[in-house]
């Protein structure tokens, strides 16, 4: 088996705090990360900072910058992310528009030079997403197709949000794979989304829903039993912290417009192992299905937003890049993985 490590360039410090994608690719190499999942808000604020009026044209050439910052690094690019509230939208008018979007990511992607696009299930008000499946198993068909017809041809990697709209399990987003049936359509699985649904509930004060074991328990028998290797294109780790008070209007993370997990998923999010900063969602187990009952081999990525990422400290992308090193460390401990040449140089934490 073989396992690479990969880190999301948000996860190591956010552009409209000032940490620039350079630094933080300096960071995820220097720390023994083999590939990034490139934040579409890095390369957007590199396209700002061009001249001209042409966004589009800026856009290609950050991509195009970005390929040769990672070229330089030795870094592969694993993916471009994330294509956001796309399926299932009642407005038809803006979905054609999201379409051709869609067809300007592809492009994005070829200059890149990866082949996979993420998808998270959208979050739209339930007013501006059909609870129909039908329809957004269609929407997924035409954007498989879109990826099918490019060369070379582009994969899309769906992934349920805990709190998405119509999409909030990896149980529903499995059926849409499933159903749209195009060898270049398949499943993301993030372990934050996967606990953050059936096991934890942040707006109350045990921060777990009812019978949590339990229910986690059979949902990962379903998932060792059901889930097609060969499907899962993408593998994102994160684990988060057990809030002190529940996530409700009294709560600094509170925020009116977006549901409770989703604030806490922005402001809240751990790597692997990191029990000693309030982590307790079941990671191990679920990374332990993955990998031994699934038998998913490649790329094992960090996805994690926290508050601290929106720090203005130059600091925070070589701190965030070494906890990770040590997660990676943990983690490869944890499930006797067995990895690539290429290995982590964690050092103590200051």
Known sequence: MLYKPSICTVSLGRSSAGHSLEHKLDMARKYGFQAVELFFEDLLDLAKSMPGADLMNNQLAAAAMIRQLCDDRKLSILCLQPFMHYEGLVDRELHQKRLEEAKFWVRLA???ETDLILLPSSFLSPSEVSPSMDVIVQDMVEIAEVGLGASPVIRFAYEALCWGTRVDTWERSWEIVQRVDRPNFGLCLDTFNIAGRIYADPSISSGRTEDCDEATQASLRG??????PGKLFLVQMADAEKLAQPLDSNHPFYHSDQPARMSWSRNARLFY????????????????????????????????????????????PEMMARRAAQSWELMERDLALEHSSVRYKAQALL
Do not use: T
Not at 223 to 228: G, N, P, Q, T, V
Not at 280 to 303: A, H, T
């Open 223 to 228: 998932m060792a039993a059901s889930i097609d």
């Open 110 to 112: 070829h200059v890149l």
């Open 273 to 316: 192992g990191e029990s000693h900063h309030g982590g307790y969602l079941p990671i191990k187990r679920i990374m332990e299905v993955i990998v031994r009952d699934i038998g998913y081999q490649g790329w094992l990525s960090f996805e994690v937003f926290n508050r601290v990422l929106l720090e203005r400290d130059e600091r925070i």
